[in-house]
């Protein structure tokens, strides 16, 4: 080969090279005008499950409130053992979806699994993975129905610590039931009282680890109200129901007595005694209740962020 085809060959070579870099960097520039967006890169908009498979809906915010108790509520304090049921009013919607604030996306509300009623149970196994940095959980409710969408006002919960205060309820006057007054005579016992009593006390207990028999065992914790007491002629009957209170998770046992019988809810001690002669001491236990309970496992998806519940 001479040098003028040697030069022809080395000038074909790098045309065909000069085409193919201009081919290349045409591709590549075709690629790159096209954005890559994603639902973080979307600028400090409110986003929801619901509202990516529904971003058309315009939601009135105007119509739906959060009440308790019929009184419309946009704060709300719950002590840890405390369930208060919470209620989206305003329209009767055909589909309700309760939604909790993600606590570290911004701007992300999360439905709620199978909340899809008008009423929600709001404790702190709700709200305790879903606290906000202020310490706060945020909740709020969509409703659907042929007219429109509406969405509620925030409603905003904050966890006392502590459980909650029980009331006692008002011991109520007893109504004696009285007979002839008891008269003395000469020989009677000097000792016969005038009046006797019937007391009844109120104690909790719990179970606590023993160590030595490696067994939970029962444990006296005192009492949880002031006794009732009940003062009566000597010798007279008593049928007046006692009241007992409820304890949120325990169950009241009452003590084997003779002309006692505790109510089958468990409400009231019934007395039954024609006379009484001498003081009667009642003891009403209330002892931990079995709770029946449900778990559920959650499967992250491998392909999306959304999970499944087994």
Avoid at 27 to 36: I, Q, S, T
């Amino acid at each position: 080969m001479n040098n003028s085809e040697s030069g022809m060959a080395k000038k074909n070579i790098v045309v065909r090279f000069l085409a193919f870099s201009l081919a290349a960097i045409m591709m590549l520039g075709a690629f790159a005008v096209v954005p890559v967006l994603s639902v973080e890169s979307e600028p400090e908009a409110e986003q929801s499950q619901s509202a990516q498979n529904n971003s058309e809906i315009v939601y009135d915010e105007d119509v739906l409130s959060i009440t308790v108790d019929g009184e419309e509520r946009t704060e709300l304090e719950i002590y840890e053992n405390e369930k208060v049921t919470i209620k989206a009013e305003g329209v009767l919607a055909a589909k309700y979806q309760w939604q909790i604030l993600h606590p570290e996306r911004s701007g992300l509300w999360v439905d709620i699994y199978e909340e899809t009623k008008a009423t929600l149970d709001v404790s702190l196994a709700l709200t305790s993975n879903m606290e906000q940095e202020d310490g706060k959980t945020y909740l709020r409710c969509l409703a659907y129905e042929a007219e429109g969408a509406y969405v509620t006002d925030v409603l905003e919960v904050a966890t006392l610590e502590g459980t909650k205060p029980i009331d006692a309820p008002e011991i109520p006057t007893v109504k004696v039931e009285t007979k002839n007054p008891h008269l003395v005579y000469a020989d009677d016992d000097p000792i016969t009282p005038e009046f006797v009593s019937i007391t009844v006390k109120y104690e909790s207990w719990e179970y606590h680890y023993d160590v030595d028999s490696h067994k939970y065992v029962l444990e006296n914790m005192g009492a949880v109200f002031d006794p009732y007491i009940a003062t009566l002629e000597y010798n007279v009957g008593f049928t007046t129901p006692i009241p007992v209170p409820t304890v949120l998770g325990y169950k009241a046992t009452m003590e084997a007595k003779t002309g006692f019988e505790l109510s089958a809810d468990g409400k009231y001690i019934n007395p039954n005694l024609a006379n009484v002669t001498s003081d009667i001491e009642l003891t009403i236990k209330y002892v931990p209740m079995p709770v029946d309970y449900e778990v559920h496992y959650l499967f992250q998806n491998v392909y999306d962020d959304m999970y499944v519940m087994n």
